[in-house]
């Protein structure tokens, strides 16, 4: 049972570079999540979606677009990367409800120079 | 304010002592509390949820301050395994309002 798997797990990207980050998870969960982790800024939602076909956006959202086109894939996307987008990402699932636990993937550690 | 706020630490303890670490809210209308566990450079992952009647597990218990709104984790008889940051997790409402605290360091030293 892989969980939440996260690809790739380092990049680096040069200002004005694309990349996409895939998450896919196979616990069959309806909610997945992006975060991004700084340090002394703790994890902040970038952007989420509560099912298969729909996306909104987070407290972090500018600068990242994102689409679930199968519910067990959640893509976030850079379209023109920056440095202030250095950071490790986070992938998350979960199922509905306000008690689930949130199953994380294991990172993404991004470097733009 | 912060709408989670937890002191970063780090927390130095010798093995075999009891730690405790706060974490303060803002939300009043918040509905479910987690303590999550991140080692260095690996993902978070639950550690426990915190009840309003407290809760339990092994060595480790939760409680719940609805009131002052606080939630603690007490850690007795530390181990070194223990060293990690506990984040504080925060659900105010609905599947986008869960909030991380930015996490108290533990160092469990021999």
């Known amino acids: 049972n892989a969980g939440v798997t996260q690809t790739p797990k380092f990049r680096v990207l040069k200002t004005g570079q694309s990349m996409t980050l895939l998450c896919a998870q196979d616990m069959n969960h309806e909610y997945m999540y992006w975060y991004r982790q700084d340090p002394g800024m703790g994890l902040r939602l970038i952007h989420y979606?509560?099912?298969?076909?729909?996306?909104a956006k987070g407290e972090v959202p500018d600068g990242y677009n994102v689409s679930r086109l199968k519910k067990q894939n959640f893509l976030l996307g850079l379209e023109s990367a920056a440095p202030s987008q250095t950071s490790v990402y986070f992938c998350a699932s979960k199922r509905e409800g306000l008690a689930g636990e949130l199953f994380f993937g294991e990172g993404s550690r991004l470097t733009v120079l | 304010r912060k709408e989670v706020e937890q002191d970063p630490g780090p927390f130095n303890v010798p093995e075999g002592a009891t730690v405790a670490f706060n974490c303060t809210y803002s939300n009043s209308a918040s509905q479910s509390f987690f303590w999550y566990r991140q080692d260095c450079r690996k993902e978070p992952k639950l550690l426990m949820s915190v009840y309003s009647s407290g809760n339990e597990d092994g060595r480790f218990s939760a409680q719940l301050n609805r009131a002052s709104q606080y939630i603690s984790l007490l850690i007795r008889d530390s181990k070194l395994s223990d060293s990690a940051t506990y984040l504080c997790?925060?659900?105010?409402?609905?599947?986008?309002?869960?909030?991380f605290g930015t996490g108290t360091k533990l160092q469990v030293i021999p």
């Open positions: 997790v925060v659900n105010s409402g609905g599947y986008q309002k869960v909030t």
């Open positions: 979606s509560v099912g298969e076909g729909t996306t």
